[in-house]
């Protein structure tokens, strides 16, 4: 059944939820919401750091995407770089040399836009477990179809039938790229037109972050 997102281009982001220290055990926890795609996120440490992983001037940073149903596929352990490394350049990891951070990505539901939804899902939980950071960073997907019509945070469906599919992580202080990952072929007019609706999408993320932080400080 198609619904009016899977058929219209669209300017907006899905309707964004989140949830945190719902878990006991890991330091920090959230779950992100992007639509009907959600995510998962435990973070664990800063903590002791297996010696072989060790790095004397900075903390390891380590993820691990876990599938919905079965096993981890290339594609998960391709995911988990993009993320690590755009974690690791957020995380103050000189603060806490010889240690580890990491952080658990649960997928529970996979409605497009997953990547995008992994990388708001973990700075949501590095921020509960209170991981010292130099800023935040929000993830916005989009696509372009066949017609060259603009997707913002788009759907499975849309983004299988997509001419390409970008994904962007932006720094929350200047709004400079952290991650950027393309999918498909386009001109340099078109990147750039997505750069730029994805950049200026990324605030309503960042606001969002801010709200759900003013919520929690409200109850605590």
Do not use: W
Not at 97 to 121: E, F, H, K, M
Not at 128 to 141: I, N, Q
Request: glycine share 4%; aromatic share 6%; net charge neutral.
């Amino acid at each position: 059944m198609e619904t009016d997102r899977d058929t219209d281009a669209s300017s907006e982001l899905r309707p964004v939820a989140c949830e945190q220290s719902f878990l006991s055990r890991p330091d920090g926890s959230a779950t992100f919401t992007q639509g009907d795609t959600s995510v998962m996120a435990a973070v664990y440490g800063p903590a002791d750091v297996n010696q072989r992983k060790e790095i004397l001037d900075k903390a390891t940073v380590e993820v691990v995407l876990k599938n919905k149903v079965g096993f981890t596929a290339v594609k998960e352990k391709a995911q988990e770089r993009l993320i690590r490394n755009s974690c690791a350049t957020v995380i103050l990891t000189g603060l806490h040399p010889r240690t580890s951070v990491t952080i658990v990505l649960q997928i529970i539901q996979d409605s497009g836009s997953l990547l995008s939804c992994c990388i708001n899902a973990a700075c949501l939980a590095l921020l509960d477990a209170g991981v010292p950071m130099k800023c935040l960073m929000a993830s916005v997907t989009c696509v372009l179809d066949k017609d060259g019509d603009l997707f913002l945070d788009p759907t499975e469906k849309q983004a299988k039938v997509a001419q390409c599919v970008y994904t962007f992580a932006f720094e929350s202080q200047e709004k400079k790229i952290v991650t950027s990952t393309m999918k498909g072929t386009c001109t340099t007019e078109q990147y750039q037109s997505c750069l730029a609706a994805c950049q200026t999408a990324s605030q309503e993320i960042f606001n969002f972050y801010r709200t759900s932080a003013e919520k929690k400080l409200s109850k605590s």
